[in-house]
């Protein structure tokens, strides 16, 4: 089993830039890609950006393509956390932003809700104008 835990959300004027934070435990998720997604009001899940289990390789949406960055540690003897850096915000990027692994060992990048194991609780996001 993997817990994940998303932190970092919060109340951000739009043109700034916010960090989030996803720490895994229970088990080692250097093998697994992670991805985030993120759930505005009345509306679906959607995916945001995605990382290969080394980091080799990153993938994004297109509304967040040149805005976001997501990155991983993986680095032995320390806490596996995935962040997603958040430049540039608009207040359509207000959601709130799930962490999530998706445990095929060593596998390409798929950006589906379907595709992922496990899921954080999620950390809540609000882009002033």
């Known amino acids: 089993q993997v817990q994940l835990v998303e932190s970092g959300g919060g109340l951000v004027q739009a043109g700034g830039s916010l960090r989030l934070s996803c720490v895994a435990s229970?088990?080692?998720?250097?093998?697994?890609?992670m991805a985030w997604f993120r759930q505005a009001p009345g509306k679906e899940r959607e995916f945001v950006a995605a990382i290969t289990w080394s980091g080799s390789s990153t993938y994004y949406a297109d509304s967040v393509k040149g805005r976001f960055t997501i990155s991983r540690d993986n680095a032995k003897n320390t806490v596996n956390t995935v962040y997603l850096q958040m430049n540039s915000v608009k207040p359509e990027d207000t959601a709130v932003y799930y962490c999530?692994?998706?445990?095929?060992?060593?596998?390409?990048?798929?950006?589906?809700?379907?595709?992922?194991?496990?899921w954080g609780k999620g950390t809540l996001v609000t882009v002033s104008s």
């Open positions: 999530a692994c998706d445990q095929s060992f060593r596998a390409a990048i798929r950006t589906t809700y379907q595709a992922m194991d496990y």
């Open positions: 229970g088990r080692t998720i250097s093998n697994y890609a």
